[in-house]
């Protein structure tokens, strides 16, 4: 079991930048590749970026690629996502997921624990 909680949103203009953290509980964190989706008013959630669980790898949504940078810290039990160059599309409430299959398939994994999430507003 790991339970998982987000912090860091707010609000920022567009061009701006905001770092969301997600601090996980239980001793099984690094075991697991970690994830950030999101979800905005009216639409369905969608996968914005994951990390394998050593850190070596990582994945982006197209939307994203070149603006977000996911990372973690398995001493401190956390994943980050900088995000950097905001749109107000961007909106949207940001949730944490931890992915617990054993193989590489982000976007497309085992997603058993996730986040309470964490508002971003970008104004435009």
């Known amino acids: 079991q790991v339970q998982l909680v987000e912090s860091g949103g707010g609000l920022v203009q567009a061009g701006g930048s905001l770092r969301v953290s997600c601090a996980a509980s239980g001793r099984s964190f690094s075991n697991y590749h970690m994830n950030w989706f999101r979800q905005a008013p009216g639409k369905e959630r969608e996968f914005v970026a994951a990390?394998?669980?050593?850190?070596?790898?990582?994945f982006y949504a197209d939307s994203v690629k070149g603006r977000f940078t996911i990372s973690r810290d398995n001493a401190k039990s956390t994943v980050y996502l900088q995000m950097n160059s905001l749109k107000p599309e961007d909106t949207a409430v940001y949730y944490c997921?931890?992915?617990?299959?054993?193989?590489?398939?982000?976007?497309?994994?085992?997603?058993?624990?996730w986040g309470q999430g964490t508002q971003v507003t970008v104004s435009s």
């Open positions: 997921a931890a992915d617990t299959s054993p193989q590489w398939h982000p976007g497309a994994g085992r997603y058993d624990f």
């Open positions: 990390v394998s669980w050593s850190g070596r790898a990582t």
